[in-house]
């Protein structure tokens, strides 16, 4: 995260020194969070199979090497091809670093407090990233700045090597990794995360979103045939149906596209809207870093509390209100604003935590790495549909340039009603998603029925992109998906 953050503040000097288009910058972010989003389930699931501990290590190698090759990087081509690189890595390692953290303790409490430090943790470095790497320009070159996994996962190979136990044969399932599904499941997941960019970019009018959008539905339809039809699947659609696992991916999803929505239209109605400088566009995303930060010691007594249950509709029905205000508010002031991202940012905190113990309670032990991946890819897929909802509704009602200086009286209102409309699209989309997984999972989360180990995470990767986004000048055309990152929501991007 702390990487992904730093990125975002080099750009500019990445695109001076490799002479690199928008659309080549565009790429060095997005070629990442395609790759990894892509990548998830299938490396959940051989993680499942072969040893979550190994394919972490392998992991942790791939980033170190591939942020060292930063250092020979010469053009933007060579630096798009090693962020894919590292998107692979973090495919690799993300699922798994939930399953591995809760292999340490057997308690559930020790379990929460552990998973809720390394996601405030990582949301701490993707809040410091920007002033970070605004430093180290100042008497360095950029590619200092993405060296700087190379010790990180240095340090991270001999903790797991340490600390954690070799995966044990009763923890693991030897059924043949399934390749057609994973081949389908990557291709419909790949094309759902670059759809809503071409969206952005290339507007309703072009034929290139539409076939996009088309494949990846086509894509997802082959894949649940397969998956159906196969005896060793890649992903059991009956373990997928179970109440919890459905309703926390729901509560995910609705996660992720509430918090990337918001963050895509909050950042650019302070720069292009307001006219606010970049810096202090990110000063006004402050109320939802605070909160996401400071809410880590508080998520786990509150479960405790008031269970399972009430504490995921809690934190959904906060994350839909922070929404609607939003909509309803957002033209009588920043106050209203700075209320709404606080609102989206104590529900995502709570919601986020239930939705992945939900999920990993409702799977059997030795699935725990396919549903950990499960968890981030709908986050990811809902980051991706949120951008894209925004994006389209403002590009078919503004009128001209968005990313000029002078907006006249007319494409100020024509700004104001996209984002009306855009707010009560994304708030009725997320409440849609939160009412179901409330009924899915209503009187079964706090009976504890799956027999998995429980395992909390924060959706980072929806707000690593609100964060992000708060620290750069973000127009129609800069915007990529999964950035998170969030990005899940603490993971990186």
């Keep these: 995260m702390l990487d992904n953050s730093i990125l975002n503040v080099a750009l500019p000097t990445i695109g001076?020194?490799?002479?690199a288009s928008t659309v080549a910058l565009q790429w060095v972010t997005g070629a990442y969070g395609v790759v990894f989003g892509g990548l998830m389930l299938v490396f959940g699931a051989v993680a499942d199979r072969f040893g979550r501990r190994k394919i972490m290590l392998v992991g942790l190698v791939l980033l170190g090497v591939a942020s060292l090759a930063t250092a020979f990087v010469t053009t933007a081509e060579q630096l798009i091809a090693v962020r894919a690189v590292m998107g692979v890595a973090a495919a690799m390692t993300t699922p798994g670093s939930i399953a591995l953290a809760f292999r340490l303790f057997d308690e559930d409490g020790l379990r929460v407090r552990a998973t809720t430090l390394i996601s405030?943790?990582?949301?701490?470095?993707?809040?410091?990233?920007?002033?970070?790497?605004?430093?180290?320009?100042?008497?360095?070159?950029?590619?200092?700045?993405?060296l700087v996994n190379v010790p990180i996962a240095a340090l991270a190979i001999v903790g797991v090597r340490v600390g954690i136990a070799a995966d044990t044969a009763a923890d693991l399932h030897r059924d043949p990794v399934e390749v057609l599904g994973a081949v389908l499941g990557t291709?419909?997941?790949?094309?759902?995360?670059?759809?809503?960019?071409?969206?952005?970019?290339?507007?309703?009018?072009?034929?290139?979103?539409?076939?996009?959008?088309?494949?990846?539905?086509?894509?997802?339809?082959?894949?649940?045939?397969?998956?159906?039809a196969a005896r060793h699947p890649l992903l059991d659609l009956g373990l997928v149906a179970r109440p919890l696992v459905?309703?926390?991916?729901?509560?995910?999803?609705?996660?992720?596209?509430?918090?990337?929505?918001?963050?895509?239209?909050?950042?650019?109605q302070l720069q292009l809207d307001w006219g606010w400088q970049p810096a202090l566009a990110a000063v006004g995303m402050l109320p939802q870093v605070v909160v996401l930060i400071a809410a880590g010691p508080f998520v786990g007594p509150f479960v405790e509390r008031v269970?399972?249950?009430?504490?995921?509709?809690?934190?959904?029905?906060?994350?839909?209100?922070?929404?609607?205000?939003?909509?309803?508010?957002?033209?009588?002031?920043?106050?209203?604003?700075?209320?709404?991202?606080?609102?989206?940012?104590?529900?995502?905190?709570?919601?986020?935590?239930?939705?992945?113990?939900?999920?990993l309670r409702g799977l059997p032990k030795e699935r725990t790495s396919i549903g950990a991946a499960l968890t981030d890819t709908a986050t990811e897929v809902g980051s991706g549909a949120g951008i894209a909802v925004s994006g389209t509704i403002l590009a078919a009602l503004f009128t001209g340039t968005i990313a000029s200086s002078n907006w006249s009286a007319h494409q100020t209102a024509e700004f104001g009603q996209a984002v009306t409309i855009s707010g009560?699209?994304?708030?009725?989309?997320?409440?849609?998603?939160?009412?179901?997984?409330?009924?899915?999972?209503?009187?079964?989360?706090?009976?504890?029925?799956?027999?998995?180990?429980q395992a909390v995470a924060v959706d980072d990767e929806a707000a690593a992109f609100t964060i992000q986004a708060g620290s750069k000048p973000v127009t129609t055309s800069s915007v990529v998906p999964g950035r998170t990152g969030a990005g899940s929501p603490g993971r990186p991007e």
């Design 16 to 19: 001076r020194e490799l002479h």
């Design 120 to 146: 405030t943790v990582g949301l701490i470095g993707l809040a410091i990233g920007p002033t970070a790497g605004g430093l180290v320009l100042a008497i360095a070159p950029w590619q200092v700045l993405l």
């Design 187 to 228: 291709a419909t997941i790949v094309l759902a995360l670059v759809a809503p960019t071409l969206f952005v970019n290339e507007g309703t009018g072009s034929w290139a979103p539409w076939t996009a959008t088309a494949a990846a539905v086509a894509g997802a339809i082959l894949f649940v045939l397969r998956e159906r």
């Design 424 to 453: 009560v699209v994304l708030t009725v989309a997320a409440a849609a998603l939160v009412g179901w997984a409330i009924r899915r999972t209503r009187n079964v989360a706090d009976r504890g029925t799956g027999t998995g180990a």
């Design 246 to 268: 459905s309703g926390g991916l729901a509560y995910k999803a609705a996660a992720g596209v509430a918090t990337a929505g918001l963050g895509y239209l909050v950042t650019l």
């Design 307 to 359: 269970g399972f249950d009430r504490a995921a509709w809690a934190g959904a029905v906060a994350i839909v209100l922070g929404l609607a205000l939003y909509t309803l508010l957002n033209g009588f002031g920043y106050v209203w604003v700075a209320i709404a991202l606080a609102l989206v940012a104590a529900g995502l905190r709570v919601s986020g935590v239930v939705a992945a113990v939900n999920v």
